[in-house]
């Protein structure tokens, strides 16, 4: 007998609190390389990978088949998984997504540093370059220390 194939989120918790498949299991991308945290969870288990769009499963895939386990992606992802008709639980929740929450606070800060540049000093530059290195290397590195600290904040508790 085969084993039930275990659905594996990768996504940020607050994109899993706003909706996600039922049963599945939310291990962020963020924090995939801590298997053993969820070692019995996950293994002699076939894992279907789920993300928002596929990127984020497919690198997920990509470090769980390194450590010798069976998984595939849904390609296209949740709203793939929903569009083929597939049950999803949807919670209605006010706040923005963290990844807005990114963008925003990212944004204000460049736009406030290249004015300080422009009319007051020219060392808010600097700082602005700063932040767009620390941005590129969460893209790089799948971990953005600012989205894990506004995670921590009052308004992304989850409920």
């Not at 925003?104 to 540093?113: E, N, R």
């Amino acid at each position: 007998m085969t084993p039930e194939k275990l659905i594996l989120d990768v996504r940020e918790p607050d994109e899993f609190n706003r909706e996600h498949v039922p049963g599945s299991l939310n291990i962020p991308l963020s924090r995939i390389h801590h298997l053993d945290a969820y070692k019995d969870a996950i293994t002699n288990r076939p894992l279907l990978i789920l993300c928002g769009t596929g990127k984020r499963a497919t690198i997920a895939k990509e470090h769980l088949q390194s450590h010798n386990l069976q998984c595939e992606v849904v390609e296209g992802g949740i709203a793939e998984w929903k569009q083929k008709g597939n049950p999803v639980l949807t919670f209605n929740t006010q706040t923005l997504s963290l990844f807005r929450q990114v963008q925003i606070v990212v944004g204000t800060a460049v736009l406030i540093l290249s004015l300080m540049a422009y009319f007051i000093t020219p060392i808010a530059a600097l700082i602005a370059a700063f932040i767009g290195m620390m941005l590129a290397l969460a893209g790089l590195f799948g971990f953005c220390m600012l989205a894990t600290a506004l995670a921590k904040m009052p308004w992304n508790k989850a409920k």
